[in-house]
Structure formats: structure tokens, C-alpha cells
């Protein structure tokens, strides 16, 4: 037996706090428009591909989408993209260095940019991953900032904020991709900001319908409800407090009891490792969570309704 959950109405009523705006200036900014290796721009071997006798290295592509143009099959900003990508289990890597930055002085800076890895599926399931890495000099060494090992199936904005402990005058990003038989690991629009010292505030609240199709009946922890929330600035909290749902069905019992869950994710991929709180049960329409205190991050993150 299946239920179309969908046809009923949901109303949501949220409760958080939210501090002003406040504006961001462009440091760099590259969104590979060119098709080819952008100016300042270099590639250095991290692991090479070994065909012997010969070495040689996996070079970065600047085009539309990933493998083939078809995983995916559009840049997320324009026309092109960069993309890393050879299929091999090998782990064959290859570092793409932006220009220096200087970052003396600064107060927040963050890079932003666009990033998918799709994974390949033949009888398994295998995707590419990035690493990006910083050095604080020309001869200094390279270190991880942040890493993305897991598939990453729809474009996806990164925000990675840069600590005050390691900024200086002559700062390198490197977008380090991995070979893992993947379709790829691709960035678009790759920018630094400096978003100086500014009160977080929520700058913009999307609400999105996770799931379309029918639900089988006694499942539970099935995704309906996407909240994405954009949180701007730096400084301070933005506490997500409560967050009543209200169904305009005429019965209760067409959830189960304690059959409607909270989760959280820090971006727009639902997992279960988050619960924001005990299940709970409609009663006269309502399921409210309260006390939730969910600090919502800088960047996209989204709070997920489940029945």
C-alpha cells in the first residue's frame, strides 16, 4: 500500500534570531569563462599517472560540466568550468594553484566556490574527491584547509573561511583532485572575499518540497521538507529556536505517532547523523519543536522535515 504524503498542506512556523546586514568586497575572482588554464594559474604533480616507461601528469580540464559533458552536463556559473578527471583507482592527483592572494590585514576572509563530483556507478559505486590546500609563501609547505571525499551530486556552493592564524601577504589556494573512478570532480566561480567583521544574520529562508513521489506505507524518516537557510556574516550566532508544522488534513493519524522528525545538514544532502530533537506526534494539526538552539553555520545549510 502507498500514501501520496504530498497532496496534504504543510504550514511551517519558524523561530530563530537574525542580526543586520552587511556588505563583502571581491578579492579574486575566477569563473574559467576562457575554456582554457586562466591566466596566473598553475597545476603542480602531486601523484602522477605511471604508464610505463613513461610518467606524466593528469591535467585539469576547462570545459562545460564533467566526464563527457554529461556528469554533470553544465558549468554551474556560464559556460565553462575546471574539472579533474581521469578513471582510475589509482589515486593519481593534481594540484590547481590560483594566484596568490594577499590577506594581510584582513579581517574575515572566506573563498567561496562551486563544486560537484558525481559519482560513477557500474556494478559499484565510486566518485573523485578534492582537497583544498593553502601555503602561506612561495616556499612554504602545502596544508589541507577542508576535504571532500563523498559524492556530490548537484552543483553546490562551498564557503571555507580562512583563519587569522594562517593568512599572509602571499597566500595560495590549490584545489587538489584525486582519482577514485569517478566522473570527475569539478569547481566553477571560485572567488575570495573578504567579508570583514559583520554581526551573522539570515539573509535569505527557502522552503523546498524534498520529495515527489509516493510514500510506501510504514516507512518512516522519508525527506518532505527542505528549509535552506543563508546565513551572512561572521561574528555572533544565529540560533534556529523552534519550528512548528502544521497539517491541514483533517486527522491526525494520517502521520504515525512521533512519526514527524527534525534533521539538520550542513548543506542540501539529506542524512540522518543530525536529529534536532525527539520525534513527535500531531495533535490538532501541529508538531512543534521547540528549544532546538541549532546554531545555523555561515553558508547554505537546510533543516529537513521527515515522516
Given at each position: 500500500?502507498k500514501?501520496?504524503?504530498?497532496?496534504?498542506?504543510?504550514?511551517?512556523f519558524?523561530?530563530?534570531?537574525?542580526?543586520?546586514?552587511?556588505?563583502?568586497?571581491?578579492?579574486?575572482?575566477?569563473?574559467?569563462?576562457?575554456g582554457?588554464?586562466?591566466?596566473?594559474?598553475?597545476?603542480?604533480?602531486?601523484v602522477?599517472l605511471?604508464?610505463?616507461?613513461?610518467t606524466?601528469?593528469?591535467?585539469?580540464?576547462?570545459?562545460?560540466g564533467?566526464?563527457?559533458?554529461?556528469?554533470?552536463?553544465?558549468?554551474?556559473?556560464?559556460?565553462?568550468?575546471?574539472?579533474?578527471?581521469?578513471?582510475?583507482?589509482?589515486?593519481?592527483?593534481?594540484?590547481?594553484?590560483?594566484?596568490?592572494?594577499n590577506?594581510?590585514?584582513r579581517?574575515?576572509?572566506a573563498?567561496t566556490?562551486?563544486?560537484?563530483q558525481?559519482?560513477?556507478?557500474?556494478?559499484?559505486?565510486?566518485?573523485?574527491?578534492?582537497?583544498?590546500?593553502?601555503?602561506?609563501?612561495t616556499?612554504?609547505?602545502?596544508?589541507v584547509?577542508?576535504?571532500?571525499?563523498?559524492?556530490v551530486?548537484?552543483?553546490?556552493?562551498?564557503?571555507?573561511?580562512?583563519p587569522?592564524?594562517?593568512?599572509?601577504?602571499?597566500?595560495?589556494?590549490?584545489?587538489?583532485?584525486?582519482?577514485k573512478y569517478?566522473?570527475?570532480?569539478?569547481?566553477?566561480?571560485?572567488?575570495?572575499?573578504?567579508?570583514g567583521?559583520?554581526?551573522?544574520?539570515l539573509?535569505?529562508?527557502?522552503?523546498?518540497?524534498a520529495?515527489t513521489?509516493?510514500?510506501?506505507?510504514g516507512?518512516?524518516?522519508n525527506?518532505?521538507?527542505?528549509?535552506?537557510f543563508?546565513?551572512?556574516?561572521?561574528?555572533?550566532?544565529?540560533?534556529?529556536?523552534?519550528?512548528?508544522?502544521?497539517?491541514?488534513?483533517?486527522?491526525?493519524?494520517?502521520i504515525?505517532?512521533?512519526?514527524v522528525?527534525?534533521?539538520?545538514?550542513p548543506d542540501?544532502?539529506?542524512?540522518?547523523?543530525?536529529?534536532?530533537?525527539?520525534?513527535?506526534?500531531?495533535?490538532?494539526?501541529?508538531?512543534?519543536?521547540?528549544?532546538?538552539?541549532?546554531?545555523?553555520?555561515?553558508?547554505?545549510?537546510?533543516?529537513?522535515?521527515t515522516f
Amino acid at each position: 500500500m502507498k500514501k501520496n504524503m504530498l497532496r496534504n498542506s504543510w504550514v511551517l512556523f519558524l523561530s530563530l534570531f537574525s542580526s543586520l546586514a552587511f556588505g563583502q568586497n571581491i578579492l579574486f575572482h575566477e569563473g574559467f569563462e576562457g575554456g582554457v588554464k586562466p591566466s596566473g594559474w598553475q597545476e603542480e604533480w602531486v601523484v602522477p599517472l605511471i604508464v610505463p616507461p613513461d610518467t606524466t601528469a593528469i591535467s585539469w580540464l576547462y570545459q562545460r560540466g564533467g566526464r563527457l559533458n554529461t556528469w554533470p552536463d553544465s558549468a554551474a556559473i556560464g559556460n565553462y568550468n575546471a574539472c579533474f578527471l581521469y578513471q582510475s583507482y589509482n589515486n593519481e592527483a593534481t594540484r590547481l594553484v590560483m594566484p596568490p592572494v594577499n590577506l594581510a590585514g584582513r579581517v574575515k576572509p572566506a573563498l567561496t566556490f562551486w563544486h560537484i563530483q558525481q559519482a560513477w556507478t557500474w556494478g559499484e559505486t565510486a566518485n573523485d574527491q578534492l582537497r583544498i590546500v593553502y601555503k602561506r609563501g612561495t616556499d612554504s609547505a602545502w596544508r589541507v584547509l577542508t576535504s571532500y571525499t563523498t559524492a556530490v551530486e548537484a552543483w553546490t556552493l562551498r564557503t571555507v573561511q580562512i583563519p587569522d592564524s594562517i593568512r599572509s601577504s602571499n597566500f595560495y589556494i590549490g584545489f587538489e583532485g584525486r582519482t577514485k573512478y569517478g566522473n570527475g570532480t569539478c569547481i566553477d566561480d571560485v572567488k575570495v572575499l573578504e567579508t570583514g567583521i559583520s554581526q551573522r544574520r539570515l539573509s535569505n529562508v527557502r522552503v523546498n518540497q524534498a520529495s515527489t513521489g509516493f510514500l510506501a506505507s510504514g516507512t518512516q524518516v522519508n525527506p518532505i521538507i527542505r528549509i535552506d537557510f543563508v546565513v551572512s556574516g561572521n561574528t555572533g550566532n544565529v540560533p534556529f529556536q523552534a519550528l512548528t508544522v502544521h497539517s491541514t488534513s483533517s486527522s491526525d493519524t494520517i502521520i504515525s505517532s512521533n512519526g514527524v522528525r527534525l534533521f539538520f545538514t550542513p548543506d542540501t544532502f539529506f542524512n540522518s547523523t543530525t536529529p534536532l530533537s525527539t520525534p513527535k506526534s500531531l495533535v490538532s494539526g501541529n508538531a512543534t519543536f521547540s528549544g532546538l538552539n541549532q546554531v545555523l553555520p555561515f553558508g547554505i545549510c537546510s533543516v529537513w522535515v521527515t515522516f
